[in-house]
């Protein structure tokens, strides 16, 4: 099995999504709707889904077309542990990308010590890779991947 369906949050939309950048204890919460079925109706439930202890997060959005907010599709963890080490290493090689495509940056590629390629950090995560969970809301427009240590989700 390489995902799980965590939540079933179709026909729903995000509303607001806000990052709080805390170093180790950096929080991602999604203000979401989402429709729960159960004897034979449907309820519309406003919830916070919070990610916490983050160690990377991926966006990939297309296109917004629902006035509401990005139109969602399933929430679900990711247990491919490939998947996770490719997401990491994605984030990392992309902020070294945005760093050098300006030029302005005096880049030593041999220098362990350069900002862009010190990594005790990611080689931290991925020491710990089996403590880390990852996760994908999908949406019409795109999907997010957050690799964190976990998730709650509070109904409002």
Request: aromatic share 14%; proline share 4%; with cysteine.
């Amino acid at each position: 099995m390489k995902s799980k369906l965590l939540l079933p949050t179709y026909d729903g939309s995000i509303s607001e999504f806000k990052v709080c950048p805390q170093g180790q204890n950096a929080q991602a919460e999604f203000s979401i709707q989402y429709y729960r079925w159960g004897s034979g109706e449907e309820q519309l439930i406003s919830a916070v889904l919070r990610f916490y202890e983050i160690a990377c997060l991926d966006l990939e959005i297309n296109c917004f077309d629902n006035p509401v907010g990005a139109e969602l599709g399933g929430f679900y963890e990711i247990l491919d542990v490939e998947l996770k080490k490719q997401i990491l290493e994605k984030v990392f090689e992309n902020r070294r990308e945005g760093y050098l495509f300006h030029g302005d940056y005096d880049y030593d590629p041999n220098e362990p010590a350069d900002i862009l390629n010190f990594r005790p950090p990611i080689e931290g995560v991925l020491s710990e890779l089996e403590q880390y969970r990852l996760f994908q809301q999908q949406t019409q427009g795109g999907i997010y991947h957050i690799l964190c240590k976990g998730y709650e989700l509070a109904e409002c």
